[in-house]
């Protein structure tokens, strides 16, 4: 089919623009709104929720070629939420200097066991041995899934700078188990999120009566 065919149906219009605003409250996306954490969150829900209903499209689709293409976009997705999730909370919650935070940031680069090595010192802080026990099972999940994709580049390119490609023999992949253990991941960093403000916002109260009680 030659570019007189394909002109048929939609095709590049002159002086269209790609990034434009609209009055249609339902047809725009709103974002670069909040804080650094506000945003963190939108990135999060975004990358992660976008997966979860690729999953459910293409699972319902019942059709090969989509189960087949969406593999994708939906493994990138879910490890973009999975390091993102590890460097907000570290971000968020480590007591470390803004300049050591930029190194561990930029040393660990897109490397999500290295990004774990880093958060899971903050966790770990007064935790019970069934929460223990959580964290050993989460390392698991974190290793597998670095072991299935080391660099982040593995969903995004066929091919490695080599030119040789990434997948070299056929795989076959559960995307209902893949997601059920993500929604796992996310309610284990929510509850870690939830557990760290709230350690936060006591000691932040201890020491605002301290300082009450030295003052009078």
Known sequence: MGFDEMKQGLWPQKGEKLVKETDNYYNFAHFGWGNVETQFYGYMEGYKEAADNLIEYATNSKDIKTLDTFIFPICFLYRQYLELAMK???????GSSEEDKVKVIKNVSHNLNEMW??????????TTNEEKEDIKI???YIKQFSDFD????TFRYPINKELDLLFK???FLDL?????RMNELYNFFEGCDGKLDSIRDFK????????????Y
């Open 117 to 126: 090595k880093k958060m899971v010192l903050i966790i770990s802080e007064e």
């Open 169 to 171: 023999e056929e795989k």
């Open 138 to 140: 989460v390392r698991d």
């Open 88 to 94: 907000n909370i570290f971000l968020k919650y480590s």
């Open 176 to 180: 209902i188990n893949l997601r059920e």
């Open 150 to 153: 080391k660099s982040s580049f």
């Open 204 to 215: 932040y109260e201890m020491m605002s009566n301290y300082l009450s009680d030295m003052d």
